[in-house]
């Protein structure tokens, strides 16, 4: 009561796609009494049955949806069977003088004295401590939650009590992370660790051949679970073998750089390059948990930090608000939860999801140009970001300020690849996806449209743009 369930549940809602349903409007949309009249009038204990009966019909639809509860909803064995069965449910943390503060203001039956209010919380809180799977205190905590990210300075010296289960547990990082962190995480881990690996470092654990001696030296059975500790060269290779290894390991991944922090460790994408192409093999394994630990990102590189920024740049005008300008620890928590949000809303990548794409078209194909090594990733995905907010002015009616906001946040540097090429490259991402560059632009920040097709010509001059000379 007074934890601000509704409007958190209805914000919630509405950023992973689903319907919202207010167990307590429910019910006095459909018995057209207002809840004090309910108590009044017919008793607390017809309100329960109501109350459980309602829950019910909500937990056996087959449509995913947010539900927020009544404070006293709990009290029924029922639904918190079904709760276990149907639900992941997370505890609203509000400190009991804030409820307090809130509850008496509106005309809940079970808050107008004081001293009782308070014992009923106490009373209450140990079976929602039961019953909750996880807890939070606003809306990005409850989208980490619900994906199952835990982000917080210091995690990686938890990492034993934050990989679920009790089972035994595989390391796997590259020489660098591993020179750094592994002590740390091994420490960690304690007893339940009973293996370590390598995987080179870069692009190069990507590869069959890296996979093939990580899959030989595993001896796990299927209660194990994979940690992998690194950047996202790390967590996509060692994820793709958790997804293949015994047809499918648990694995947590614990990413170490910013490109892992805010994107590449969150939301079940695992994958290896073949020759032809990056990421052509791979599977969709949602991890058990992700574990983020800001304070690894102190001896990031400053070039791989840079790699990193282009995509919380990213990431801030898709939500629309500047992330990038946050101090780190905050800005990579509210970056994973943006992340985590459109991953739940569209697990297996075939709607909405395709708006984290937004310059992806243009980097790739700078990259390709620059054979992947004259362009990086971060340096691309920044260029692009240009590229895909100036067709947004013309295409989207996005405000020329947006794109003065990048410029500041990010300053142009075009890049020194052959303009055909890039054209090229660019247009054989065309052929793949049946004929036409689908696009990501941006109407306003935080209102992407995905799938926006263009004449060729608007969509080079785009690209031209981006390259020097
Ligand atoms: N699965 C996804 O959804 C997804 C999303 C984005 C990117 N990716 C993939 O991620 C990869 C790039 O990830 P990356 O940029 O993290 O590269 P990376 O894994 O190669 O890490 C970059 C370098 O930084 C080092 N490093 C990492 N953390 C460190 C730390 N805390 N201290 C010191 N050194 C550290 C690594 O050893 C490595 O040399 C690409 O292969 C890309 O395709 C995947
Ligand atoms: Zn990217």
């Not at 898709?318 to 970056?335: F, M, S, T, Y």
């Not at 990501?440 to 690209?463: H, K, Q």
Request: with cysteine; hydrophobic share 45%; glycine share 10%.
């Amino acid at each position: 009561m007074g934890a601000g369930k509704t409007t958190l549940g209805a914000a919630l809602a509405e950023l992973l796609g689903r319907p919202f349903l207010d167990v307590d409007a429910e019910i006095e949309t459909s018995t057209e009494t207002s809840i004090a009249d309910i108590f009044r009038n017919s008793g607390e204990p017809r309100f329960r049955e109501v109350e459980e009966e309602t829950i019910g019909r909500a937990l056996s639809s087959p449509e995913p949806a947010v539900l927020a509860l009544g404070g006293g909803a709990l009290g029924s064995e029922t639904t918190r069977a079904l709760l276990r069965a149907r639900a992941f449910t997370v505890l609203v943390e509000v400190d009991a003088a804030v409820a307090w503060e809130r509850a008496s203001a509106s005309d809940r039956p079970l808050a107008r004295d004081e001293a009782q209010f308070h014992a009923l919380y106490a009373d209450r809180l140990p079976v929602y401590e039961a019953a909750a799977d996880a807890r939070a205190r606003d809306l990005d905590g409850a989208v980490l939650a619900a994906a199952g990210v835990h982000v917080g300075l210091g995690a990686l010296a938890e990492l034993g009590s934050l990989v679920p289960g009790d089972g035994p547990v595989a390391l796997v990082a590259d020489p660098r992370v591993g020179g750094i962190h592994g002590a740390a995480a091994q420490l960690a881990l304690g007893d339940r660790l009973v293996s370590t690996h390598e995987l080179p470092a870069g692009e190069e654990a990507k590869t069959v051949a890296a996979l093939e001696r990580l899959w030989s030296e595993l001896r796990l059975d299927r209660k194990a679970t994979l940690v992998a500790l690194g950047g996202g060269c790390t967590t996509d290779a060692a994820g793709f073998a958790a997804a293949t290894y015994l047809r499918g390991v648990a694995w947590v991944p614990v990413p170490t750089s910013l490109v892992g922090q805010v994107d590449a460790g969150i939301g079940g994408k695992t994958a290896i390059d073949l020759p032809g192409g990056k990421n052509l093999v791979g599977a969709f394994h949602w991890p058990a948990r992700v574990v983020i630990d800001p304070a690894l990102l102190e001896t990031l590189p400053h070039v791989e930090r840079a790699e990193g920024r282009a995509e919380v740049v990213k990431t801030g005008l898709l939500a629309g608000e500047p992330l990038w300008a946050l101090p780190e620890p905050e800005l990579v928590r509210r970056c994973a939860a943006v992340k985590a949000a459109y991953c739940i809303r569209d697990p297996l990548d075939r709607g909405p999801r395709a708006a984290l794409n937004l310059g992806h078209t243009f980097a790739h194909a700078l990259e390709a140009a620059g054979g992947y090594a004259e362009v990086t990733h971060g340096r691309a995905v920044g260029l692009g970001l240009h590229a895909a907010l100036r067709l947004s002015l013309e295409h989207a009616g996005l405000d020329p300020s947006v794109l003065r906001t990048l410029e500041e946040a990010l300053p142009l540097e075009p890049a020194h690849v052959d303009r055909d090429r890039a054209w090229a490259a660019l247009r054989r991402d065309k052929k793949v996806e049946s004929g036409h560059v689908r696009l990501v632009l941006l109407e306003a920040p935080g209102r992407p449209v995905t799938g926006v097709e263009l004449p060729d010509e608007a969509v080079r001059a785009a690209l031209d743009g981006l390259i020097a000379g």
